[in-house]
């Protein structure tokens, strides 16, 4: 093995190349990680960051209309805080943690390390899926989720399924499995040509 530094910005990078194999930036990422967390920590407001954790959680790109169902309590005012989530995301991607992809019309994370240090700020994984899961499937109108026009169905899905050791009940358990139908049937019907 051979260790080289270099220096990026104000930091020190190590480097652990492997002779003959690929170079890693083991202590350099660690570096880069919990400088994002400071970032995320220090630099933008709490409820944003709890906002970032839960898009994190739903994939690479951010979807305002799943997050304004998840952060809001009561569903008659889904419209105005669907505004409001749009514009927390716009903060988050002035601020470097988001990009918005001009092309497909959405927010994305600025990075998967970005997304990566979100997601390990979450406790309990698990049960925050099944939390986001759940919580999307009841304020989701039953419309949204049998929709073809959009993935809603797909994402309560795979929180659910993420969170699977959350789910005690044998009634909830089936009704999960008659949601993973229905997702299945639907992808099914979608990829027929």
């Known amino acids: 093995q051979k260790w080289t530094w270099e220096s990026v910005g104000d930091m020190e990078v190590e480097f652990d190349v492997h002779i003959g194999g690929n170079s ?8 880069f990680h919990n400088r994002i967390r400071k970032l995320l920590t220090t630099k933008i407001d709490s409820k944003l960051l709890e906002m970032l954790k839960i898009a994190c959680c739903l994939g690479y790109r951010v979807d305002p209309k799943a997050l304004s169902y998840l952060v809001i309590s ?12 749009t514009e927390w995301l ?11 992809n001009h092309g497909a019309s959405r927010f994305e994370f600025a990075s998967a ?21 759940r919580t999307l499937w009841k304020a989701c ?39 993973c139908l229905q997702a299945g049937a639907r992808a099914a019907q979608q990829s027929s040509f």
């Open 24 to 31: 890693i930036a083991t202590s350099g990422v660690k570096l």
């Open 74 to 85: 009561k569903p008659e005012s889904q419209h105005s805080v669907h505004g409001e989530v």
């Open 90 to 100: 716009r903060v988050a991607e002035s601020q470097g943690f988001l990009c918005y």
């Open 113 to 133: 390390d970005v997304q990566t240090v979100l997601y390990n700020m979450i406790g309990d994984h698990g049960q925050f899926h099944y939390h986001l899961g």
């Open 141 to 179: 109108p039953v419309a949204s989720l049998s929709s073809t026009s959009n993935n809603m169905l797909d994402i309560v899905v795979s929180q659910l399924l993420l969170g699977k050791s959350s789910i005690q009940d044998s009634r909830e358990k089936s009704a999960v499995a008659n949601l």
